[in-house]
């Protein structure tokens, strides 16, 4: 069992002052095993912060991070091959036939990206795409009201995911719970 | 006797050995006498045991020693006194008998611990016999024999005064002002032996004996702590005969220890009611202390004492008038005066102590008056014209610095940073600061801001937070104009030539770390009314350009975002519930894994419906010292339309992204990207074509022009198609020149397999999503409906309602979706081509190994397939098989792919079979012929 915390498009401090003081309380260190950060964290600073909530931290470039990081990363995570990858090259943006596209290359069995700042958990044939949104519901352009500030943390076991999606709806936090099990892969 | 020194302290030493086994002896022999019940012996060597009391030679510490040792034997001699009476022998007989007691001071000591027996039994007059011994007291003038022996008295007569209500009480025993007098005259007569100690000893080792003396401090202050307990003090009694009398004995001893120390007793010895009532006479004897006092430190506490006395009351524990009675005397100004004289009167106070009050002051209006910011204002004055003429730094006083810093830091904590913008006096102090420290006072008020989590409940017209979020927000232009200058150091060099800290010294990470925090700020700066929005951010643009390009490199991006997320209020002033509808509308696209998603979906849509409310609620709350301009600009807009159009916006950010384009500021790279989000935006939300253009070509020269590495050009060039493929502001002309703008740059990338990968992407430029077929573009477009545009005020306003249903189709100021499958067989006609020469370059090298020529056709095959499954007319069958045949054709040949490209011709394979066997596109994909299973 591995406890994974996917996080991203933090975008402090060009597009957000802070993260939500509610989602610092949780993310408390020692509780997670491995951090994937799927990008546009935009500060050292903040980089620096989600290296203390576990210092197993893999990180992907957003376009507007200016730290040396991979485009994309394929990682064995509990029998699981989990392909990180930010989005924004994915063309169409958030287009599902692109992204399973892209998950299909990289033999992923989870594929989890950013970018559109919105939560989101899509089957595809066998595989699982995630997008744990934006941590500080930062501005994006292809938005239309201030986003829900969101993370996701992945119970990896065996062949089974638990997503556990946090949400910080009306200064509460919200979190909802789903189950999937691998299936043979495409 | 006095100015004898004293022995070695080795000498000491032996003496008080020599003195506590004398003591031991005699006291052994005491016990014994008492065992046998024997009187006489019993006090002969009870007296012998308290003459070794008598010794001149020991520092009070060490005769403190001796002293307990006696006082533990004493309790043994009462307990047998108390045995004697039930024998039958009267206390008169005993108090008869212990005065013949050959020397004075075991005399005293046997007269003390016999004469609080008899008060205890009744059989004599509490008032008398206190009197008595109080007088004959006056017997030892040695210091400290005297001092002792009187603390002796004191702790034993404690439980036996005549107060109001005790069984000691009564018209033979006396009264509550016996009970005061006794104490009074005990403590004065303490206090004067106490301040004659510091003339025993030698005069070298004078600051080791004053701090000996200091230890014996609280004999004497147990006489207060005595009097502040009498049941019968009432508030009368303490002003008219207590405080006059403590008073005049701390004014006359004229003993700085006993002076500080004393007043310090008083102020938190006596009920706080008490200092209320007897402010001006406590604040006016301060003058008159001797000048080595630390005043400041009796102020500062009488300041803090009536300050936490106020909050106790403010929260219902306590009296609750007392605020009011506080207001009612005014003792704010009287405070504030008292310092002004105490500074007047003494000339060599450090600026450190005279700012330690003010801070005290300041602590203390906070507490009393938290409304009233007025209070704060007079301080701030007061302490500048206190301070000002030592100029920046303080004459280099480093300790009066710090406590400036902390003077500084009150109003922020006690207000709220919103609030303290309004001080008119905080500026001009905190130039009295260097510029590094008032660089840290700034640190320390924009985390402030940032880390506001709660409001505070009693900040009056404090920080405007958003409700149940507790994020501070400046909403003025004024306020936003006085933080400026609040945070100065941050924002720019010193305005002092010379002086050390500016931009120049720092390195480039440490001025990032730091300039975060003000991009991060940028944020906290906003307003419900767009034209305050806009002006706020013009006067943010104002303040950073003037910092330099190597601030701006960071602050910049912020501000843009900043400015983009003003225009999004701007264009669709009422899309939020649309926005909720199109959240929930979308789900079904998708398909969807469980109930999570669609809750999440559901609460998607309920996110953005509070965020709006709370946008309303961050209005600003009326603030009584608000200036007439703040509220104005404060005033809802709800109705009016702004004045500031999206156009007039769109420029301001033009303009501000161009110091990133080059020089000292350069930052190309993000430049480009605002630059597209912009131009997105212009598309998007704003509907400017000629706009919109502009930031795109910008964006494409700057490629061109700036960008450094071919990694960089790649990633970029992908953003840039990322954006362009969602505008469609665009018309036929403006669209081809920049598609083919964008064409050419995926044709000027080095290698072969990327210009393939890109002209891939590129071709979607000629495949725009259908409206609602996306999730972002769905959103975009539920919400213009129902808007109708409204920005826009365009001819087609009035028809905004009949709209709604063609509005998927045409809106205004957009052009319908591009799908051109032409040119996207166009586009994928020439990626092949390339894969083709790539082929050709293969062989031109001959090198066996080098076969990444087949990644770039599989580029075109999986980009082709998915215009095939698209149906995107053109893209056909024969196409697809074409790719196919021409990579299966050259692995026959013998051309050995890479890992990585085999593994993915598999999984491209594979998904064609896999595919082939689902119902919904057997018939498309059972038409491709593959190779023979591998």
């Known amino acids: 069992m591995v406890l994974v915390l996917c996080i991203g498009d933090l975008h402090i401090p060009h597009r957000a002052a802070d993260l939500p003081a509610k989602f610092k309380e949780l993310l408390k260190p020692g509780k997670i095993h491995t951090t994937i950060c799927v990008g546009n964290v935009c500060s050292k600073v903040f980089l620096d912060y989600l290296r203390t909530i576990s210092g197993d931290l893999h990180v992907v470039a957003g376009d507007f991070d200016e730290f040396q990081a991979p485009d994309q990363l394929v990682l064995d995570l509990a029998g699981f091959k989990v392909g990180v990858v930010h989005g924004h090259q994915i063309i169409p943006w958030g287009d599902p036939d692109a992204t399973s596209l892209l998950q299909r290359q990289m033999a992923a069995d989870i594929l989890i990206t950013g970018n559109t700042h919105r939560f989101e958990a899509r089957k595809a044939g066998a595989c699982l795409a995630l997008n744990p949104g934006s941590a500080t519901g930062a501005y994006h352009v292809g938005g239309d009201g201030p986003a829900t500030p969101s993370f996701v943390l992945m119970d990896l076991d065996g062949t089974k995911v638990t997503v556990y999606v946090y949400q910080l709806v009306d200064g509460d936090v919200r979190v909802e719970k789903i189950d999937y099990t691998k299936g043979t892969p495409a | ?934």
């Open chain 2, 1 to 934: 006797m006095d100015n004898v020194a004293f022995p070695s302290a080795d000498e000491q030493q032996r003496i008080l050995n020599d003195a506590s086994t004398a003591i031991k002896r005699s006291a052994f022999l005491m016990r014994k006498a008492i065992e046998d019940d024997n009187m006489r012996d019993s006090l002969k060597h009870a007296a012998g045991m308290l003459a070794e009391l008598r010794t001149s030679q020991l520092q009070p510490q060490k005769y403190y020693e001796l002293y307990m040792l006696v006082f533990d034997q004493l309790a043994h001699l009462e307990a047998f006194f108390s045995d004697e009476r039930g024998k039958g022998r009267s206390y008169a007989e005993l108090y008869e008998l212990v005065q013949h007691a050959g020397n004075v001071l075991p005399r005293l000591y046997l007269m003390v611990a016999v004469g609080c027996l008899y008060i205890k039994s009744h059989e004599a007059s509490p008032r008398d016999v206190l009197k008595d011994l109080v007088e004959m007291c006056k017997g030892v003038q040695h210091p400290t024999r005297g001092l002792f022996l009187r603390a002796y008295l004191c702790q034993r007569a404690k439980g036996l005064l005549p107060d109001t209500g005790s069984q000691y009480e009564g018209p033979g025993s006396g009264s509550i002002q016996d009970a005061l007098d006794f104490l009074m005259t005990n403590f004065i007569e303490m206090n004067k032996l106490w301040v004659r100690l510091q003339h025993q000893g030698s005069a070298r080792d004078k600051e080791k004996r004053e701090r000996e003396r200091q230890q014996l401090q609280d004999l004497v202050g147990k006489n207060l702590t005595y009097l502040s307990q009498l049941d019968g003090l009432g508030f009368e009694l303490y002003r008219d005969q207590v405080l006059p009398r403590v008073l005049d004995q701390i004014t006359s001893c004229r003993d700085d220890l006993a002076q500080l120390y004393l007043m310090q007793a008083l102020i938190q010895g006596f009920p706080d009611r008490f200092h209320l009532g007897t402010l001006e006479t406590l604040l006016g004897v301060l003058p008159q202390l001797q000048p080595g006092v630390k005043i400041h430190s009796v102020m500062a506490a009488l300041m803090d004492r009536l300050a936490k006395y106020a909050a106790s009351a403010a929260s219902g524990s306590n009296d609750p008038r007392v605020l009011e009675e506080l207001a009612a005397i005014d003792a704010f100004s009287k405070f504030k005066e008292a310092i002004a004289r105490i500074i007047a009167s003494q000339p060599n106070l450090a600026a450190a102590d005279a700012v330690e009050m003010y801070t005290a002051l300041l602590s203390y209006a906070g507490s009393v008056h938290p409304g009233v910011l007025s209070f704060v204002d007079e301080v701030l004055a007061a302490a500048h014209s206190t301070l000002g003429d030592r100029g920046r730094g303080l004459g280099g006083d480093a300790r009066a610095e710090r406590q400036l810093m902390a003077l500084l830091t009150v109003p922020l904590n006690k207000y709220g940073v919103s609030a303290c913008l309004e001080l008119k006096e905080y500026p001009p102090l905190t130039r009295l600061l260097r510029y590094v420290m008032h660089k840290e006072l700034a640190v320390k008020l924009v985390h402030k801001v940032l880390d506001t989590v709660a409001p505070s409940a009693k900040s009056g017209n404090g920080a405007s937070p958003a409700a149940g979020s507790g994020v501070t927000l400046i909403s003025t232009v004024d306020k936003v104009s006085s933080l400026f200058r609040f945070i100065a150091p941050l924002v720019a060099d010193p305005d002092v030539p010379g002086e050390a800290g500016g931009v120049a010294e720092m390195d480039d990470e440490d001025l990032d770390e730091e300039q975060v925090l003000v991009a991060r700020l940028l944020h906290r700066l906003r307003s419900p009314d767009p034209d305050t929005h806009f002006a706020i951010l013009k006067i943010a643009q104002h303040q950073l350009l003037a910092g330099g390009p190597r601030r701006l490199r960071t602050t910049l991006p912020a501000l843009v975002f900043c400015g983009l997320e003003l225009h999004r209020k701007l264009a669709r002033p009422l899309a939020r519930a649309p926005a909720a509808e199109a959240a929930g509308k979308d789900k079904g696209v998708e398909e969807t894994i469980g109930k999570g998603r669609d809750e999440a979906a559901a609460q998607d849509g309920e996110g953005v419906a509070t965020a709006a409310d709370g946008e309303v609620m961050e209005a600003e709350a009326p603030a009584p010292a608000a200036s007439v301009a703040a509220m104005e600009q404060s005033a809802p807009a709800a109705d009016t339309k702004p004045a500031v159009s999206c156009e007039e916006l769109l420029q301001f950010l033009l303009a501000g992204i161009e110091p990133l384009y080059g020089g000292p500021a350069g930052q190309p790279v993000v430049a480009a990207r605002l630059l597209l989000a912009c131009g997105y935006i212009a598309s998007e939300e704003a509907h400017l074509e000629l706009l919109s253009y502009t930031f795109f070509e910008e964006a494409l020269t700057l490629y061109d022009e700036a960008l450094p590495d071919q990694r960089t050009r790649a990633t970029a060039l992908y953003d840039i198609i990322g954006y362009l493929q969602r505008c469609r502001v665009f018309g036929p002309e403006a669209r081809d020149s920049l598609t083919s703008a964008v064409t050419s740059a995926c044709m000027r990338l080095l290698s072969r397999r990327e210009q393939c990968r890109a002209l891939c992407a590129a071709a979607f430029l000629w495949w725009q999503p259908l409206p609602g077929a996306s999730s972002l573009a769905g959103r975009s477009d539920g919400e213009k409906a129902a808007t109708g545009g409204g920005d826009r005020g365009s001819a087609d306003q009035g028809e905004a309602g009949g709209q709604k249903e063609a509005a998927a189709e045409v809106q205004p100021g957009l052009y319908p979706p591009v799908r051109d499958g032409d040119k996207v067989v166009a586009i994928l006609q020439r990626a092949t081509k390339v894969a083709t020469q790539a082929k050709a370059q293969y062989g031109a090298t001959g090198r066996v190994r080098d076969a990444s020529y087949l990644g770039a056709y599989l580029e075109v095959l999986d980009s082709m397939m998915r215009f095939w499954d698209s149906e995107v007319p053109g893209v056909d069958t024969t196409k697809v098989q074409d790719l196919i045949d021409k990579v299966q054709a050259d692995l026959a040949a013998g051309v050995q792919p890479d890992t990585a490209t085999a593994r993915r011709w598999q999984s491209t394979l594979s998904y064609i079979t896999t595919t082939a066997q689902q119902p919904h596109a057997k018939e498309r994909y059972g038409k491709l012929k593959l190779p023979q299973a591998t």
